[in-house]
């Protein structure tokens, strides 16, 4: 069995600041990662926001922190994690191809996008469903599409489908949003986007591709359907944290409880980035994440008792 | 782009897919769309583990919307594994390299 003194779960931002400081405190360290190293940043072209770089492309700034953590040893390899437990003095991180054994583990497995959970979804997924209106917008040019969702990321998916899509229906279960002013602003000037209130999806609609969505409003429990080609799900965020809700205490929404120095409810388990309580989801926070959790973890390699776990 | 990934196009789509001798899974993608980028290591890993048994390749959807429309692309990145010229099996959005092995195994 492979042995590492740190295992980090997950390459994106805050795994990846992670391993560039136990790397170069010489702690063995592997990054597994499932896919592909950058986790959501890989989905942003413009970063305008991370200090030092006035303007760079998410999946061009990951090379470079993949390329930092690797110049100090960090080890890279691919698996998605299915399990963590206690072995012994060491814990045992599971993937579908191997085990392998650490002393400690950092969690950086970020969030996904949050499903609807209603009849359609899955089957239509990929045919008028998506999470990514970049990506797919372009499938659906001049036709009538929907976003479902009243924050940031709804509007910004709406404002870049009003310019390729004929009519953009904003379906929102309050009668406001929750978006920052100035997208609220761009979206209610917009004469192609049409908000929808007070509605939730119940259902999406159609044969090989999607139809129509049946939705319902919330105020008086009346159902209609509407004519959509397509629609966008951006109703927020779900932890990447499923695998070890009974191995580390998690908080109602699932998102890993930790104190400041990043760690968990387990000593030798540390948390980092958007699968954090309270993170902010940022890059700059993330890799604060990262290498706290790192620092955190040299410690507690030298002497447990210098980093108490996480306690309610 | 990789030079592991074979780059399918309408031209030579019947000859290097479609009438391929052995199976073949194309990565339907676009330069625009972020999550194909998160998909082609898996892609590139697979290439290695399944050389010599599965061809492996690439379409832009962009540069090539008839084969795209024929197979009704509404997503990506879409893969679909094409066996004696018919669609196999068919996935879309991000995969990890253990749940496409599996999918694939079944046609090994």
């Known amino acids: 069995m492979s042995r590492y003194d740190c295992i980090i779960i997950g390459g994106g931002p805050a795994g990846l600041a992670a391993a560039i400081y136990t790397g170069r405190a010489r702690i063995k360290t592997l990054v597994l990662e499932k896919g592909a190293t950058g986790g959501q940043l890989l989905l942003t072209d413009n970063v305008e926001n991370y200090p030092g770089f006035i303007q760079t492309d998410g999946g061009q700034l990951m090379e470079k922190f993949l390329e930092q953590a690797q110049r100090f040893g960090a080890e890279l390899g691919y698996g998605e994690v299915r399990e963590v437990h206690a072995d012994g003095r060491e814990f045992g991180v599971v993937t579908e191809e191997q085990t392998y054994a650490a002393r400690s583990v950092i969690v950086a497995t970020g969030s996904s996008h949050r499903h609807l959970g209603v009849p359609g979804e899955q089957e239509f997924w990929g045919k008028g469903v998506s999470v990514c209106a970049t990506c797919d917008g372009a499938f659906f040019r001049d036709q009538v599409v929907s976003v479902v969702g009243g924050g940031d990321s709804a509007l910004t998916e709406a404002l870049f489908l009003k310019n390729l899509c004929s009519t953009v229906q904003v379906i929102h279960r309050r009668e406001e949003l929750r978006a920052e002013r100035i997208l609220h602003e761009r979206a209610t000037a917009a004469p192609n986007i049409k908000f929808i209130w007070n509605s939730v999806v119940q259902e999406i609609v159609g044969e090989q591709t999607v139809t129509a969505l049946r939705i319902r409003d919330v105020k008086t429990n009346s159902v209609a359907e509407i004519p959509t080609s397509a629609v966008f799900v951006s109703i927020g965020m779900t932890p990447n944290s499923i695998f070890l809700r009974d191995f580390i205490r998690l908080d109602h929404n699932g998102y890993v409880l930790a104190t400041h120095q990043m760690a968990t409810s387990r000593p030798g388990i540390f948390v980092a980035g958007d699968v954090r309580t309270n993170s902010l989801r940022q890059v700059a926070t993330s890799v604060g994440d990262g290498v706290t959790a790192a620092m955190s973890l040299e410690l507690w390699l030298e002497d447990p008792s210098l980093i108490p776990p996480y306690v309610s | ?108």
């Open chain 2, 1 to 108: 782009m990789s030079d592991k990934l074979a780059t399918f196009t309408t031209a030579n789509w019947e000859t290097d897919v479609l009438k391929s001798a052995i199976p073949v899974l194309v990565d339907f993608w676009a330069p625009w769309c972020g999550p194909c980028r998160m998909i082609t290591p898996v892609v590139e890993a697979l290439s290695d583990k399944y050389a010599g048994k599965i061809k492996f390749g690439k379409l832009n959807v962009d540069e090539n919307q008839k084969v795209s429309m024929d197979y009704g692309i509404r997503g990506i990145p879409t893969l679909i594994l094409f066996k004696n010229g018919r669609v196999a099996e068919q996935v879309v959005g991000v995969q990890s390299k253990e749940a496409m092995s599996k999918m694939l195994d079944r046609h090994v």
